[in-house]
């Protein structure tokens, strides 16, 4: 029995609930990212790269700009993080204009574009660390964003780990969750979106203009993936280092799965892979191998790949090339 | 220029054209970091082409990419994704070193050929949940082999936990690896062989019989997806699944052979450095081959005898990259680059020589038929995961 309570104790501490939450956000935010871009029907492999370039160009930024502008730093603070931060969303961004182009306009499939662009990120970080740092593998440490904390909860001592010096990354990834499911359901450009991913041909015939659909819906799709990075190397790691990524851009794609293309589905299914992804850092304590947690997300997801869970529904026109009328 | 001779040259030219833009980005980089791209460029062959030592290199990075390369492609013809490769290898690998080092008492004749069979055996193992799924239950394999591979990994760290299959000799050693698998289940070197034909290669050079299984297993598939019935039936289902299937062509049985067949070829992919150079299965073991193989598929056009020049150039490409690291001073991320840029401009290049095609096609159909409209463009798109990956094979 007592062993039980500890089990219990351990599974819901707030410690580890604390972790699970700042291992939720980078997944979370490129799942948002691969929502937006399949939601306009395309498919984005290449997230992982993306948040690659999210990670090294938000590191650098965040570095030069605390030496380059020291005074300008002192006296605004979070300057240096903010500007990694966008630097992050434009080079997420950037990858993925490649991709619009090369699967968009040119129509190669988009599952081979994304390998690519995934081989040529690994390839871009390491030169450009090289160019910038001189060693092909990581950045200088950098300071990340003033935490905050939630008034009112913070006073609980027991809820102190989760309540106190959060990054400021955690709230906004919330509202990027409430804003992404306003902006699909009751704006012009999400309802367009969808009818993209859904049928391109009515949609093109009611005059929507698919592949300019199509671009912005991969472009918001980069950016989050970028902005993920962003987080990873600012809040997280204080810093570049080479594959600290660990796949986290193919987790964000079973989120989204999980998820059934929908924000709000993606953030719980990104909270359970975060939650995972905390316990398998402290199962010594369950004396479970900790391979078997690090695995439990990808199980999940080819369970509900395979409807055991919940039947999978992605749009209807998701990963086909859409070609407008000529030949 | 006759119509089949263009057509032909289009074809060649293609990737030529491909590699030379992958070059011209490449020499805007060097450019930029204060190099000449024309001295670069020099020295990467020199170094490549004129050394007997880089020669065995190339092809020995070029065995792994070969076998990944037409696994890759094996599935890409049947129009299905094995982005397994990956995992698939890494258990084929765990798989025949166990073989090599836990059987004993066997003559070599027969502990080689059953260690590269457990490679196999392994690596169509890992393929079997992905293509069963897709069958039974729709899910996309994609996804599926992704996730495999993420397992396939964590298995592979979980075998090598102590008591399971860790050399219990290296206790005490950061070494975290399996035991060392029995001279007779070793590959053998390719030196004898090369010295006989009057080829000379270094004695350091680890380059293995695996070279010759991989370029046997690339013709072997070519006539069988060309001259036997099962290659017709490969063929028709990839280019219309369900005219196929009312044909009476079993296409779930097709689809199924080809995919454990792919998983099979990608189950060999690491026996070249395990049966063959290291002689163990250890934590650092070579990875990314999987993704490699892709792209060669990519730049075969998913043609089983085309996977042989794509892995070399990718292996040159990479041999290179070493020399101009050490003798030239250049990142070799640089080739790296350049690689990625390939391979994008190639499937682009393609693409645009398909739609060329097609183009053509209708043209002279309409010259042969004029009475008749032409068929509505859109709606002709594929599902990604349902398109013949890169292209018509």
């Known amino acids: 029995m007592s062993e039980v309570l500890e089990l219990a104790g351990t599974l819901l501490s707030a410690a580890l609930l604390a972790s699970a939450i700042r291992l939720t956000v980078p997944i979370l935010l490129a799942a948002l990212g691969a929502v937006f871009t399949e939601r306009g029907g395309v498919v984005n492999i290449g997230l992982e790269g993306m948040m690659i370039m999210g990670t090294f160009w938000g590191a650098a930024t965040t570095y030069f700009t605390a030496r380059a502008l020291p005074e300008l730093v002192a006296a605004v603070p979070d300057l240096a993080p903010l500007a990694g931060m966008g630097a992050a969303v434009l080079a997420g961004a950037a990858l993925a204009l490649v991709h619009a182009v090369v699967a968009v306009t040119f129509r190669v499939d988009q599952i081979i574009s994304g390998v690519a662009l995934n081989l040529l990120a690994v390839g871009l970080a390491r030169f450009l660390n090289i160019l910038f740092f001189r060693v092909a593998t990581q950045s200088p440490g950098i300071e990340g964003f003033t935490p905050i904390s939630i008034p009112l909860l913070r006073d609980l001592p027991a809820l102190a780990p989760v309540a106190r010096n959060l990054s400021p990354v955690i709230p906004l990834a919330l509202l990027l969750v409430v804003g992404g499911h306003w902006v699909l359901v009751r704006t012009r450009f999400g309802l367009r979106l969808r009818a993209v991913g859904e049928h391109p041909l009515a949609a093109d015939t009611l005059g929507i203009d698919v592949y300019r659909m199509r671009y912005l819906g991969v472009l918001l799709s980069g950016a989050l993936a970028g902005l993920a990075g962003g987080y990873l190397a600012i809040e997280q790691g204080h810093g570049y280092l080479e594959g600290m990524t660990q796949g986290r851009g193919f987790i964000a794609l079973a989120a989204m799965i999980f998820g059934n293309w929908w924000p709000v589905g993606a953030l719980g299914a990104s909270a359970l892979f975060g939650y995972f992804d905390a316990l398998s850092l402290r199962v010594v304590a369950l004396r479970i191998p900790y391979q078997f947690i690090t695995v439990l997300p990808h199980i999940v997801t080819i369970l509900v790949l395979a409807g055991v869970v919940r039947r999978a529904q992605p749009p209807a026109a998701d990963g086909l090339p859409y070609a407008k009328e000529e030949e | 220029m006759s119509l089949p001779a263009r057509l ?7 990737p030529l054209v491909a590699i030379l833009f992958g070059a011209v980005v490449a020499s805007g980089i060097l450019l930029a970091i204060d190099r000449d791209p024309l001295a670069v460029y020099g020295q990467m062959l020199r170094f490549t082409l004129t050394r007997a030592d880089s020669l065995a290199s190339i092809f020995f990075k070029a065995t792994p990419l070969i076998l990944a390369g037409l696994a890759a492609a094996l599935a890409f013809r049947a129009s299905l994704w094995n982005i397994g490769v990956e995992g698939q290898y890494y258990v084929g690998a765990i798989l025949a070193a166990y073989v090599g080092f836990a059987v004993r008492g066997l003559p070599g004749v027969v502990h080689l050929p059953l260690a590269v069979l457990a490679g196999a055996a392994g690596g169509a193992a ?118 196929a299937e009312a044909a009476g062509i079993p296409l779930g049985r097709v689809l199924f052979t080809m995919f454990l067949l792919s998983g099979a070829v990608a189950g060999l992919v690491g026996l070249s450095d395990t049966l063959g150079f290291f002689g163990y299965f250890d934590i650092d073991f070579p990875k990314g081959y999987g993704f490699l193989g892709i792209s ?60 060329y095609l097609r183009a053509l096609r209708k043209r002279e159909a309409a010259r042969a038929e004029p009475a008749r409209p032409p068929l509505p463009a859109p709606g002709e798109g594929r599902r990604a995961g349902e398109a013949a990956g890169g292209g018509t094979p």
């Open chain 2, 296 to 355: 060669v598929a990519l730049l075969a056009r998913n043609h089983p005898v085309g996977v042989i020049p794509a892995a070399l150039l990718l292996a040159f490409l990479d041999r290179g990259a070493q020399g101009v690291q050490v003798f030239a001073g250049v990142p070799r991320e640089v080739i790296t680059i350049m690689q990625g840029v390939i391979i994008l401009a190639i499937v682009v290049a393609y693409e645009l020589l398909t739609r």
């Open chain 2, 8 to 14: 032909l040259l289009l074809q060649v030219l293609a």
């Open chain 2, 126 to 243: 890992w393929a079997f949940l992905p293509i069963a799924l897709r069958l039974r239950r729709g899910a996309h394999e994609v996804i599926t082999t992704i996730m495999m591979n993420y397992i396939a990994a964590a298995l592979v760290l979980y075998l090598l936990e102590p008591g399971l299959l860790r050399d219990p000799a290296q206790a005490g050693t950061p070494r975290v690896r399996t035991p060392e698998v029995l001279p007779g289940a070793r590959l053998p070197s390719l030196r004898p062989l090369l010295d006989l034909v009057g080829l000379q290669i270094p004695g350091y050079s680890s380059l293995n019989g695996m070279l010759v299984v991989g370029l046997l297993l690339c013709v072997l598939f070519a006539l069988v997806l060309r001259r036997t019935t099962f290659g017709f039936e490969v063929r028709a289902v990839a280019a219309n699944p369900q005219a």
